[in-house]
DNA sequence: TGAGGGAACTTTCCACTGGCAAGATAAGTT
DNA sequence: AACTTATCTTGCCAGTGGAAAGTTCCCTCA
């Protein structure tokens, strides 16, 4: 029918940004539908089922991704606390439709050992940033501060300019967070 | 065909606890089914048309009721801004489907008159504990660090001995966040 | 009392969805 | 060249949300 070659070549990353867009334009993960996005990457509906096995496969893949992108952005943050969060909500903002997968895991295969991986990488990046001194609790602040904002960003709830950067609101907030030394 | 009178009385109130129990058996707002609703409140799929317009018209609903549910909370909780942080992760931890819901914006109509109301006393009564001298930006932290433990706590992410009581693990971590008085 | 009118609910239909099974096509491998 | 495996399509199924039209009930008002 179509000039288009059989085998696509590189599905499923074209595959895992359709998806990424179409969240990002359709509502949320919940509106997401595995039609639509086969239709963006010009491929049947069937083909993700090699890849991926079904549509919380694909989303599981969404997440690692996710993970994986977030530990990147955390490192290369450098050792600043608070620019750390900083790249935290920069991450979510830029990155929504991974963020809202990413911590939604009744939407994918939450034991799957790759994502599993990549959480911890994340995990540790994160802890990486904070004090030696830091508990449980200090770390669990830290992270549920910018966790929150990021959270309410996304979710419009904060009454903010439209086109302002999150993570420049989010600097003065998370400084108002002092940890013990 | 059944012995169950033709108008069921008080549907609304019952669609509600239905949804909400629903949403909490099987796996988030993303996975809910109206029909699947409908089957426990005893009703066809098509009976809640004329109560909520839509689907995304049930979860305006619910929505509401969520605000104001989170309202009574904060209401109840008194002053103090560490004991009014417990009660709303409390109330994430006690109604996960309603909160889920409220905010994922993308479900519902976010510009709902009854929503917007309800919305708006909840955001009173979250600002009614903090120090009067509190700035936007305290404002914001005091509402991040909650949020975004109770986001955490629900999606799973946090390692929690089960059974344990959402509130009495934030509280030594809301209480790291110092505002000036 | 009983007749109209509207509120509450059901039945039926439609386009769409995710997943499965079977087949087609391409790319290696020997 | 023959065989095998990976990749993708077509065709099908039960289930979904919504619209349209019909049914049942309640409530008001003469």
């Known amino acids: 029918m179509t000039d288009r ?8 990353r074209v595959a895992l940004a359709a998806t990424a867009e179409a969240i990002e334009a359709g509502g949320g993960p919940a509106a997401l539908s595995l039609r639509e996005v086969a239709r963006r990457a010009g491929v ?3 083909a993700f089922k090699h890849h991926f096995g079904s549509k ?9 991704e996710g993970y994986d992108l977030l530990a990147d952005a955390l490192a290369a943050a450098g050792d600043d606390r608070v620019e750390a969060g900083v790249a935290y909500v920069r991450f979510a903002a830029g ?26 990488r994340a995990a540790r990046a994160l802890t990486a940033v904070l004090p030696d001194s830091a508990d449980q609790d200090a770390r669990l602040a830290a992270w ?35 940890l013990a030394p």
């Open 95 to 120: 990155h929504p439709a991974h963020f809202e997968v990413m911590f939604q895991p009744g939407l994918y295969h939450a034991d799957d050992p790759g994502l599993r991986a990549a959480e911890e």
């Open 5 to 12: 070659p059989y085998h696509h070549g590189n599905l499923r």
């Open 56 to 64: 919380p496969g694909l989303l599981t893949a969404l997440a690692t």
């Open 144 to 178: 549920s501060i910018v966790h929150g904002f990021a959270g309410l960003w996304l979710s419009g709830a904060l009454p903010a300019d439209p086109g302002a950067d999150a993570g420049d609101a989010a600097r003065p907030v998370i400084s108002l967070l002092t």
């Open 44 to 46: 049947s509906h069937a």
